[in-house]
Structure formats: structure tokens, C-alpha cells
């Protein structure tokens, strides 16, 4: 299935008028925190153009919020890059970062890390900025969910390096792929990016919850779409259209449109959903400036659906044919080009 599959979304979202003023300071920033070690390194990464997808998910951060949330964006990334299930003091070694990365939002901002490398370094001093102004219940509820991604990644990693990556079936996948896409925080993040913050009580009702959910959903499986042949060229088995294909034993074109049939199914979900979001807040008695940001934050979430829909179009990451030391890394296993767990 090729990475420009297109679906039909019922909502356009805008692109931050900083992006290019953001792109420069945010590349300089990567290139001075470590983050690429090579030349190879920083192409590779330029090719992602992930001030693109940062710029389409939070279309209205002030210019320099939006290098801050360039810089963030960016780490995630990086990191499942480093995964090398090859290596056998790997999987320890992610673990290892991990627990430094989600235990940095609830130690104190001027705090070192006590895993030093260029990504818990580098993630030390963005927490700083992203969190500035934010209560200590976005705060908690942002932890919470960074966390649960970190650990899935682990998991994922502790089971490639088993050889049980592929054992997952379809509703233990779409539960996992629903952790590691990473959905819940980079929502948490569009309050942050406007400055404002959902309600409590809007953020814990069941409606929200789902929405959330789905939205998750969407996204992941849209991703395993645009990048299935990239991934299957790496032999990832962590894809929505590899366990359709393992699982119901129908060729690779069946299960890439099973995909999106599932993808659509869960889209439509979510905008049914979307449509009831008025009949929670009178049910809340929510005043008008509460629903103002819950309106906000029905924004945030279409700003990621639609905004990593348009970069998955056309990113790098997701291309299937690669040249040069991008593509040798891939094909030896390794993720990345740069190592950027050590020292």
C-alpha cells in the first residue's frame, strides 16, 4: 500500500504562519543538543520535516512556543529510532533512558538528569518550556499519559528482542498500537500550544474519553498505512496490515484494505462522538468560557488527525525507497544512524 493513500476527512486544519521562522532555530537546536552526530544523520532527519507535522498539529502557538514544541516533537521520534533489538544490551539500555524520560516531569524543572545522554538532555530542558505555565493537573495528566507511551515503547522493544513481536492478535495489537502512537500527551500538548486547559470534569467524562480513544485509533492506523512499506522492508511486525495478514491468512492487498476499512470505521466513530460534545456540556452546566475550551480542545484533536494526515503524505520517514546511510541502517536493523543513548 503506498504511503499517499488518501482518506476523506470532514474538517480542514490550518498551518502555523512561524513555520519557517520555527524550522531554522529548530534545526540549529538539534544539531546543537547532539541530537544528529552526523552529516548522514541530520539529512535524514530533515527529511522527516517534522516542523511540518508540528506546525499542522498546533497551528496557533506563538512563534516561540512553536520552536519549544518543534523541539519536543522531535524526541519521541529520535527515540523509537534508537530501537536495535539486534543488540543485546539494547533493550536494557532504552529501558534505562525511558525511566529517566518519563521521571523528568515530576521531579523538579533545575533537576539533572541522572541518565545522561542527548535525549534525556535534551528532553530535561524542553519539559521546562512546555510546562511553564500550566497547572499541576495538566501537568500530572500530560506525565501520566508521556508515560504510558514510554512504557509501551519498552515493551515493544523487550518484545522484538524476544522474537515475540509478532504474537500480538488483532485486538492485543489495536489495544497496544492505541499506547505506543502516542496520541494522548500530543493532545495534552494543543492546550499547551493555546494556552488554555479542557475542564476537569469535561477531560474525565466518558465522552472525552473515548474521543480521545478513537482519535488515537485513527491516527495509528492511519500511520501503519503510510508507512507499511517502509516498515516492511525493516521487517516490523508492529503494523496494522502485518497482523490482518498473519492473523486472517489473506494476501497483503486484502489486508491493507481491511486497514482502512477499520481506519474509516474508527474515524466515523469519532466524529459521531464529536457531534454529541454539546449535550455533555449542558449535562456538565458548563458556563461559557468552559465551553470556549472545550471547544478548544475539540480542535486539538481534529488539528492531529487532519494535521499528521497531511504530513504522513509526504514525509520522508514514511518513504519506502531509501539510498545511502539511512537505508543501510535500516537494513542492518538499527532505526537510526546517529546512536544517541550514549554519552
Known amino acids: 500500500m503506498p504511503q499517499d493513500v488518501r482518506f476523506d476527512l470532514p474538517f480542514e486544519t490550518p498551518v502555523s504562519e512561524h513555520l519557517e521562522y520555527a524550522r531554522a532555530r529548530h534545526l540549529r537546536w538539534i544539531w546543537d543538543m547532539g541530537l544528529v552526530r552526523s552529516q548522514a544523520g541530520f539529512e535524514e532527519y530533515k527529511s522527516w520535516d517534522l516542523p511540518q507535522a508540528a506546525a499542522r ?22 527515540f523509537d529510532d534508537q530501537f536495535d533489538a539486534n543488540q543485546p544490551d539494547r533493550a536494557d539500555r532504552i529501558t534505562e533512558v525511558a525511566r529517566e524520560l518519563i521521571a523528568a516531569p515530576l521531579r523538579p524543572a533545575s533537576i539533572r538528569p ?57 485486538d492485543e495489537y489495536a489495544l497496544f498500537r492505541r499506547r505506543t502512537v502516542g ?49 516492511r522492508r525493516r521487517g516490523d511486525g508492529h503494523n496494522l496490515i502485518a ?9 497483503w492487498e486484502e489486508a491493507a484494505q481491511e486497514a ?32 470556549s475550551r472545550v471547544r478548544m480542545g475539540v480542535e486539538a484533536i481534529q488539528h492531529w488527525i487532519n494535521g499528521n494526515y497531511e504530513w504522513a503524505l509526504t514525509t520522508g520517514r514514511y518513504a519506502a525507497a531509501k539510498e545511502g546511510p539511512a537505508a543501510a541502517a535500516e537494513l542492518a536493523g538499527r532505526g537510526s544512524v546517529d546512536d544517541l543513548l550514549a554519552v
Open 57 to 78: 498539529t498546533y497551528p496557533y502557538a506563538s512563534a516561540a512556543d512553536m520552536v519549544v514544541l518543534m523541539n519536543w516533537f522531535s524526541l519521541a521520534f529520535l
Open 114 to 170: 541522572r541518565v545522561a545522554c542527548p535525549i534525556t538532555l535534551a528532553w530535561s530542558e524542553v519539559w521546562k518550556h512546555l510546562s511553564d505555565g500550566m497547572s499541576l493537573t495538566w501537568r500530572t495528566r500530560f506525565a501520566a499519559s508521556w508515560g504510558r507511551f514510554l512504557v509501551a515503547h519498552c515493551e515493544e522493544v523487550d518484545l522484538a528482542a524476544r522474537g515475540l513481536e509478532t504474537t500480538l492478535d488483532l
Open 183 to 231: 496520541i494522548h500527551h500530543s493532545i495534552d500538548a494543543g492546550e499547551r500550544s493555546r494556552g488554555f486547559e479542557v475542564p476537569a470534569q469535561a477531560m474525565a467524562h466518558p465522552l472525552m474519553e473515548r474521543m480521545r480513544d478513537l482519535a488515537s485509533d485513527t491516527i495509528g492506523f492511519m500511520n501503519d498505512i503510510h508507512s507499511f512499506e517502509r516498515e
Open 243 to 251: 497482523v490482518l495478514h498473519r492473523e486472517r491468512n489473506c494476501s
Open 260 to 291: 482502512y476499512r477499520m481506519t474509516t470505521a474508527c474515524l466515523d466513530g469519532y466524529l459521531e462522538l464529536q457531534e454529541r460534545v454539546p449535550q455533555m456540556c449542558d449535562e456538565l452546566r458548563l458556563d461559557d468560557d468552559e465551553r
